[in-house]
T-cell receptor, first 114, second 118 residues
């Protein structure tokens, strides 16, 4: 069974601070996706990382995929209240034929105070 | 439609009743997925389809849960003899196709069906 451990579970910070969310596993994933979810809505994809060591930037968000494709991080610079939400990492199955199966982490609830 | 739609948005039922949850994926999307999500937690995989074929149902909790997608478009998740522990948000997602890597398996989620079993 593939598991993704996400940390921290809760994060409460002031506007302008930086933060990092971690996603770790003992399993290798073929790709890893990060989602953001707002209350009452479904998760919305932020980015997909595919190659070990890959770094992707999306404005103030920086995503990194570990060299061994077992872990990932999301770094937010100068957080804003609009960044508040549930952040989820999800790994796509490596090997076998069930490519569509995503394993989600437990999520990080981020609150950015003005 | 522009996105994934699900119906009903809310379903309240009594223990022991059967329920059917519907998902209408994005037009042209080959793959369709069902998840269950607890409040403040990540979605838990249930099953997924490519076209009408059920590719993986390893996440279905027990044999009271079943899903179908007979024409490769709309899907129905059925829960028979519902129990209180089945209460949750059930989410559907679709993607261009499920593949090992890359962007074609990026999943777009629907708004979910909130199921409450009394």
């Amino acid at each position: 069974t593939q598991l993704l451990e996400q940390s921290p579970q809760f994060l409460s910070i002031q506007e302008g601070e930086n933060l990092t969310v971690y996603c770790n596993s003992s399993s290798v994933f073929s790709s890893l996706q990060w989602y953001r979810q707002e209350p009452g809505e479904g998760p919305v994809l932020l980015v997909t990382v595919v190659t070990g060591g890959e770094v992707k930037k999306l404005k103030r968000l920086t995503f990194q995929f570990g060299d061994a494709r077992k872990d990932s991080s999301l770094h937010i610079t100068a957080a804003q209240p609009g960044d508040t939400g549930l952040y989820l990492c999800a790994g796509a199955n490596a090997g076998g034929t069930s490519y569509g199966k995503l394993t989600f982490g437990q999520g990080t609830i981020l609150t950015v105070h003005p | 439609g522009a996105g994934v739609s699900q119906s009903p948005r809310y379903k309240v039922t009594k223990r022991g009743q059967d329920v059917a949850l519907r998902c209408d994926p994005i037009s042209g999307h080959v793959s369709l997925y069902w998840y269950r999500q607890a409040l403040g937690q990540g979605p838990e995989f249930l099953t997924y389809f490519n076209y009408e074929a059920q590719q993986d149902k390893s996440g279905l909790p027990n044999d009271r849960f079943s899903a179908e997608r007979p024409e490769g478009s709309i899907s129905t998740l059925t829960i028979q003899r519902t129990e209180q522990r089945d209460s949750a948000m059930y989410r559907c997602a679709s993607s261009l196709e499920a593949e090992q890597t890359g962007v074609r398996n990026e999943q777009f989620f629907g708004p979910g069906t909130r199921l409450t079993v009394l």
